[in-house]
């Protein structure tokens, strides 16, 4: 017989306890735990989910589901990481979200927990578009290239070009679409505005003659702030807006310009009525 707190179990009741231990300290912390805490259980839940994407990478083609293997392990990541974190998503527009329909999507990019948010909402028949260097990150890395993810290297031009190109072949040949951010790069915004947009999403939705959705994400800098150690639970909204249509605009530099500039003045209009940056709610007694 095993004892806890000098009271003797059953072995079967002495182990259930201890298996159920690190359950019962999520549940505590998840809520109470600070930034270290929530950074350790987010990464977690990235591996947790790259796992389960590598398995999913092999098995759902062989049952004819491809076009569900980044829509499942996004939704995972998103309600395993949102339960961890306690870090929630309040979307609307969500009507212009079609799986049937070719599409590029694109949404603003602020932090890494942007891939919690988007697993909200990220479509089926989908593909990903990401910087090279994740390519090499275990667990997510080898999920990401399984799933035929496309790496742009933004130090090669030339590269991202041919990438770009060779996604607009695949959206325009196999009916997917593929979600992307057109920063770039991560903006760390403390006030509500955005990066300028690189212009590779709209060449790729002009070649490709698909709409382009924008996604737009609220400013969350006062749940999240990897420089001032900042992470606490809280809702973030999310708003998907009407497709902007790419039928009638020339492959020109110029038309593209247009395209883009029209696109990240929608966005940001946007993210200005659906952000509100108020001052991070004061914790006490925090574990971090």
């Known amino acids: 017989m095993s004892e806890i707190i000098g009271v003797a179990l ?28 929530r950074s350790t259980v987010f990464l977690l839940a990235v591996a947790l989910c790259g796992v389960y994407g590598v398995v999913a990478s092999l098995i759902l083609p062989m049952i004819g589901k491809t076009h569900l293997i980044n829509w499942s392990v996004s939704h995972l990541f998103y ?9 929630k998503v309040t979307a609307e527009g969500l009507e212009h979200i079609d799986s049937k329909r070719p599409t590029v999507y ?32 275990p667990f997510l890395g080898w999920y990401m290239t399984l799933s035929k993810a496309i790496f ?8 991202a070009i041919k990438q770009a190109r060779k996604a607009a072949q695949d959206i325009h040949n196999n009916k997917t679409s593929v979600f992307l951010f057109p920063e770039g790069t991560r903006s760390h915004p403390k006030k509500i505005d955005m ?13 490709a003659n698909v709409p382009i959705v924008p996604v737009v994400v609220a400013n969350y800098n006062n749940l999240y702030d990897s420089r001032e150690k900042r992470f606490i639970p809280g809702t973030i909204k999310l708003k998907v807006l009407p497709p902007v249509d790419t039928a009638d605009i ?5 038309s ?13 209009v946007a993210l200005k009525e659906i952000s509100s940056i108020a001052p991070p709610p004061v914790e006490s007694k925090k574990v971090q």
Request: glycine share 6%; net charge positive.
């Open 250 to 254: 020339k492959e020109d530099s110029a």
């Open 195 to 207: 990066l300028p947009f690189k212009k590779g999403a709209f060449y790729m939705a002009v070649q």
């Open 106 to 137: 694109v949404c603003n990019h602020q932090a890494s927990i942007d891939v919690l948010v988007m697993g909200s909402v990220f479509p089926k028949a989908t593909s990903m578009v990401a910087k090279k260097s994740l390519k090499y990150y």
């Open 79 to 87: 309600h395993l990481a949102g339960f961890l974190t306690g870090v």
């Open 256 to 268: 593209i310009d247009v395209l883009t500039n029209k696109v990240r003045d929608q966005m940001l």
């Open 10 to 37: 059953p072995p079967r009741v002495y182990w259930a306890a201890w298996a159920l231990l690190p359950v019962a300290m999520t549940v505590f912390y998840r809520l109470r735990g600070g930034y270290y805490y």
């Open 152 to 159: 742009l290297d933004r130090k090669n031009h030339d590269s």
